[in-house]
């Protein structure tokens, strides 16, 4: 008998409006993840500190864990600290680097994750992947999806708008990175998941079209959707291919050639994607990208970052070494140096039309 439908790893909980910190507890026990309310809860010694202030009363039952940093190293001590109580569940408190320790520290003890993201800089906080930095630079491991998700935009909307910003870059990249997915399927044979490429495509697209700023209810509630929605389509494909193209080759590649200068995650992936959907002769569709990020207070030069034009050309012609195997529009067209500094300087003149 065939197989007519399949399960989706998903969380069981995705709460996003105003307020919903405050009901934490009682979410996380009318969905039996936790109704004893025993819960380790990691933080920031930060932000953190502040939070657990106003949550502590409402979590009698909870343990708090203070996190050092964003490196494995912290991971592995989160889990060792964790590991003697008895809990429910994990919860990660914060952004994205305390919510990947929390992900890798809750799979290294074996216990469901609850992610709360205080800002929505990023597509990670839903993902099957912990990104942490270790020894050799920075790893990707593999965790669970978090069993719920929750996002309370009173609390977004207290973080500086420049982590909106970034998540902002981020969501529209997907719209490049499935355009590059389906180069590969039609170029490589590369099998393509129309679930996952749905899902990350249509999340991109509700941020590019929503009229809202930074600060609006509305505007903020289909981000983090989006951003939940792309996590949960990595999870679908088994791969990072829905959310990461060509722009986030570009991004790595910042990051790699200019650690000290380099700027948000969002920020680079934005821009990469515009530059990448110009690459591929979709100009109107990179003109309405740039048009989006800069009505929202993104970069869409590498100037606006702090770079010349000859230091993205740079970028661009290594991007490729970043994620090895990996098939997007820079590896199709394979320019030259010249060619990367020609098409720059296209790309650079239609944003500014």
Not at 110 to 135: E, K
Not at 207 to 233: C, K, M, N, W, Y
Not at 277 to 300: C, D, I, Y
Not at 320 to 343: F, K, M, N, V
Request: aromatic residues 4%; charged residues 20%.
């Amino acid at each position: 008998m065939p197989v007519l439908t399949r399960l989706i790893p998903a969380p069981v909980v995705v709460d996003i409006r105003a307020g919903a910190l405050a009901d934490l507890a009682g979410v996380l026990a009318d969905q039996r993840i936790s109704g004893s309310g025993k819960l380790a809860i990691a933080i920031s010694g930060g932000s953190g500190r502040a939070l657990r202030e106003r949550l502590s009363d409402s979590l009698p039952g909870a343990s708090w864990f203070e996190v050092g940093g964003g490196t494995l190293n912290d991971a592995v001590k989160l889990a060792e600290a964790m590991k003697s109580g008895r809990y429910d569940a994990v919860v990660g408190l914060g952004g994205g680097k305390i919510i990947d320790c929390a992900k890798f520290a809750a799979a290294r003890i074996g216990l469901p994750l609850v992610a709360v993201a205080t800002n929505l800089s990023h597509d990670g906080l839903c993902s099957p992947v912990a990104t942490l930095d270790n020894d050799a630079g920075r790893g990707s491991y593999g965790v669970p999806n978090p069993i719920a998700v929750v996002i309370d935009l009173d609390i977004i909307r207290e973080a500086p708008d420049r982590f909106v910003r970034s998540g902002i870059g981020d969501a529209l990249s997907n719209i490049s990175a499935v355009a590059d997915w389906e180069l590969a399927h039609r170029v490589n044979g590369e099998d393509i998941d129309g679930l996952a490429a749905a899902m990350a495509r249509q999340a991109g697209e509700a941020v590019l079209r929503h009229p809202g700023a930074l600060g609006d209810d509305s505007f903020l509630q289909v981000l983090a959707e989006g951003l939940v929605l792309t996590g949960i389509s990595m999870s679908v494909a088994g791969d990072s291919r829905p959310a990461s193209g060509a722009c986030h080759e570009i991004n790595h590649a910042f990051d790699l050639l200019f650690p000290q200068r380099a700027a948000s995650h969002g920020e680079q992936c934005g821009l990469g994607a515009a530059f990448a959907m110009h690459l591929r002769g979709a100009h109107r569709e990179s003109v309405r990208m740039t048009e989006a990020l800069r009505r929202h207070g993104l970069p869409v030069t590498a100037e606006e970052i702090g770079f010349s034009a000859d230091e993205f050309v740079s970028v661009v012609d290594f991007a490729p070494r970043t994620r090895p195997g990996r098939y997007t529009i820079l590896e199709h067209l394979d320019l030259s140096a010249d060619g990367i500094r020609d098409a720059y300087a296209d790309y650079v003149r239609a944003a500014a039309a």
